[in-house]
């Protein structure tokens, strides 16, 4: 038996053994390591990080600590304080005030003078009493582990002990006595390899070869549109990727990477017609690549006449064959404008008309519906006047594209958050004589990257792009190149992936994204 197990070894790849030298940086070092070496430099390793992290954590805590003690204080003397901040001129006066008369910090004074006025409620002085007693709780625990190496070891062995479970090893190899049938994933016959994928605003979709692409761009020539359309978005992507495409009268085609028919850089592509039912008038909006179905994320539609809705992704209604998922009743003469995706319950989203008027909204405030429902009121808008953006505030300023090229930037803190519906306040001073209107928007600060589509694509910085505040115009910065070009420049925007959200479990529902569900 000895002697076949060892003809086993020796003849099949029952065993095979590898030899290899394992070099790691040790104390900013490159040092070749043996088997108990390497456990001891992951131990101090992670004892290092342990240790960082706790005194992270500890600052944290303690700095708002701090400011809970300043608060919790600050109620005591609340009518002085109140009286000291209304005879003060400002904001930076009323802290200089408090520091001075009663002898707070910086930090405290700050979280003074932003404190509301509804958060001095009894129950939320009970609120911050707990907090304060929770707050030095945790931190004498961070400090037990911070000043103590034995709870700090303690702890790692709990965290590794954890990680064991988390990621167990089990057996590979299964051992049945008859073979079930083999059911081969399409999928896994597709070879895996990054592309571009293309979506055009008439409805051209495509997949490029990353050698294509290469060749076009370094050439500095666009990709191929046909006459009087526009990209709406592009970017990498797997083949084994999947591909949602919303559309502007509220349908919602998944087609996976592979199926697209594979062109060339300055080609136009395929007619989103080729894969899924669509009306010859309906335009691609906006759409998302995903290897993973997203859970607990949240989609928010706005259409042209204000209504706006939001939809759960586990409550996205299946995709049937090549008929497209309905995503939202849109009437004849409405059409979506913008789709945003919300990850948390207290994501800021902002609306804006044409005629400039904008507005936030916490995403909570959205009732969330089903697919077929219209949706509600999110915009009271004036007569002639149609909701124009919807953007994300999650960058210090939003950039304004006007429809006759100018731009500007505003602070998103300037535009109100407001309780649906509202009309909102005006964002940019208009001419009487020749108004213009916003037509586009993109959430940035000095340092973020996007390109504009003028001639050709450019890369530019929310830098080159003014600040002006909400009572003043916009200013031109691509006048010379619009009048040379006869064209207005159009933001090109990325095709990103869809990731899961923040929001409390819901009861999932049959999805899109469930399998079976593939466009062929």
């Not at 979506?336 to 995706?341: D, F, G, M, N, T």
């Not at 319950?345 to 405030?365: H, K």
């Not at 919807?390 to 407001?418: C, F, Q, W």
């Amino acid at each position: 038996m000895c002697h076949k197990k060892q003809q086993l070894f020796k003849n099949t790849d029952l065993q095979v053994s590898y030899n290899y030298n394992v070099v790691a940086i040790v104390n900013k070092a490159p040092k070749q390591l043996g088997l108990l070496e390497i456990l001891d430099a992951f131990i101090d390793h992670r004892e290092e990080v342990v240790l960082r992290r706790s005194q992270f954590d500890y600052a944290r805590k303690a700095a708002r600590a701090h400011i809970v003690e300043g608060l919790i204080r600050a109620v005591s003397i609340l009518d002085e304080i109140i009286a000291l901040i209304r005879a003060s001129k400002n904001k930076s006066d009323s802290k200089k005030n408090l520091i001075d008369r009663f002898s707070f910090t910086e930090e405290q004074a700050e979280a003074i003078v932003m404190l509301q006025l509804y958060r001095l409620s009894n129950t939320d002085i009970k609120e911050l009493e707990k907090e304060a007693k929770t707050l030095q709780k945790e931190m004498k625990v961070l400090n037990g582990i911070i000043e103590n190496k034995n709870k700090r070891h303690a702890l790692m062995i709990e965290e590794l002990s954890d990680m064991k479970e988390e990621f167990p090893t089990p057996r590979r190899s299964v051992l049945v006595e008859e073979l079930e049938e083999i059911v081969i994933d399409q999928k896994a016959m597709i070879a895996k390899e990054q592309v571009m994928v293309t979506l055009s605003r008439d409805g051209y979709l495509k997949r490029v070869s990353m050698r294509s692409y290469s060749s076009g761009s370094n050439n500095g020539s666009f990709t191929g549109l046909k006459e009087g359309d526009r990209l709406v978005a592009y970017g990498e992507a797997s083949t084994l990727d999947n591909l949602i495409v919303i559309t502007s009268k509220g349908k919602m085609a998944n087609i996976p990477v592979y199926t697209l028919p594979e062109a060339k850089w300055k080609e136009i592509g395929t007619h989103l017609s080729g894969f899924v039912k669509t009306d010859s008038t309906d335009k691609i909006l906006f759409g998302w690549l995903y290897s993973k179905a997203p859970e607990n994320l949240h989609f928010i539609f706005l259409t042209k006449y204000g209504l706006i809705k939001r939809l759960v992704s586990e409550d996205l209604p299946v995709q049937k064959g090549v008929r497209p998922a309905t995503l939202m009743n849109v009437a004849s003469d409405d059409e979506i404008i913008s789709v945003q995706l919300a990850e948390n319950a207290d994501d800021q989203i902002i609306l804006g008309t044409e005629n400039g008027y904008g507005v936030r909204y916490r995403a909570d405030q959205i009732p969330s519906s089903s697919g077929k429902s219209k949706g509600v009121r999110g915009l009271k808008l004036s007569e002639g006047d149609h909701a124009a953006i919807m953007e994300k505030d999650d960058e210090a300023y939003l950039l304004l594209e006007m429809d006759n090229g100018g731009m500007k930037r505003v602070l998103t803190e300037e535009i109100p958050s407001l309780t649906r519906p509202a009309k909102g306040q005006l964002l940019f001073k208009n001419s009487k004589n020749n108004p213009v209107h916003i037509c586009d928007a993109w959430p940035c600060s000095h340092h973020t990257k996007f390109e504009l589509l003028l001639g050709k694509v450019q890369e530019c910085k929310g830098s080159d792009i003014r600040i002006m505040n909400a009572s003043q115009s916009y200013s031109h910065p691509f006048k010379e190149q619009i009048e040379s070009e006869g064209q207005i420049p159009a933001l090109v925007r990325p095709l990103g992936y869809l990731h899961d959200g923040y929001w409390s479990e819901e009861e999932k529902q049959p999805t899109l994204f469930d399998e079976g569900t593939d466009v062929r």
